[in-house]
């Protein structure tokens, strides 16, 4: 089982440059994330998704535009680049709602932004 | 603001011996926590979760205790194996309406063979 798939796994961008940030499922989750990951710091939640179409702000959203037009993917787009945003990336998938079960996470995007 | 905290970067143990990772929280809304395992190079993988209604769950080697007046919770792993050496991650959420784990930043743990 693939589970959640994320590309690619590493990329440097320029300053003010775009990027999208590819996560796809194979497991029918209707709940889909997207966490960043600072140095020394937790994950905080840029955006998610509980179904095709809808899609909510998380935590940290500025600098972020997600779509969710089908059950399997969920890309993030950085639409112009800025070194605040180099940090590691992980989109996530869950069955319900992030308080009744478990995520299951990609292997994440390390993103440096210079 | 950090709502989730673990004090401890890092902790070394012998192998066989117990594992104690601590976490504090200071939303007293949170009633869900959670533990996430994670490897170098890997994704978090859930480990063990626990609600407010109960003080302590346990699955094999692993037992997550929750103190909810100290809004404190720990995770205790014995027999500490080597394969256990990795960065565990606490979480906490409401059960309801709420669509956001609030992580801590996170605690190194080696296991010395």
């Known amino acids: 089982n693939a589970g959640v798939t994320q590309t690619p796994k590493f990329r440097i961008l320029k300053i003010g440059q775009s990027m999208t940030l590819q996560c796809a499922q194979d497991?029918?989750?209707?709940?889909m994330y997207w966490y960043r990951q600072d140095p020394g710091m937790g994950l905080k939640l840029i955006y998610y998704?509980?179904?095709?179409?809808?899609?909510d702000k998380g935590e940290v959203p500025n600098g972020y535009n997600v779509s969710r037009s089908t059950t399997e993917d969920f890309p993030l787009r950085l639409e112009l680049a800025a070194p605040s945003q180099t940090s590691v990336y992980f989109c996530?998938?869950?069955?319900?709602?992030?308080?009744?079960?478990?995520?299951?996470f990609g292997q994440g995007t390390r993103l440096t932004v210079v | 603001d950090q709502q989730v905290k673990q004090n401890s970067p890092s902790l070394s143990v012998q192998e066989g011996r117990i594992s104690i990772l601590n976490c504090d929280y200071t939303?007293?809304?949170?009633?869900?926590f959670l533990w996430y395992k994670k490897y170098p190079a890997e994704g978090p993988t859930f480990l063990i979760s626990?609600?407010?209604?109960?003080d302590k769950n346990e699955d094999g080697r692993f037992t997550v205790f929750l103190n909810k007046s100290a809004k404190h919770l720990s995770l205790h792993i014995v027999p500490s194996q080597p394969g256990d050496s990795a960065v565990y991650f606490c979480?906490?959420?409401?059960?309801?309406?709420?669509?956001?784990?609030?992580f801590g930043t996170g605690t190194r743990l080696t296991v010395i063979p």
């Open positions: 996530a998938s869950s069955e319900q709602g992030a308080p009744n079960t478990e995520a299951f």
């Open positions: 979480a906490a959420t409401q059960q309801t309406g709420a669509n956001n784990l609030f």
């Open positions: 998704s509980v179904g095709a179409g809808i899609t």
């Open positions: 497991m029918n989750h209707n709940y």
């Open positions: 626990i609600s407010s209604i109960k």
């Open positions: 939303n007293s809304m949170f009633d869900y």
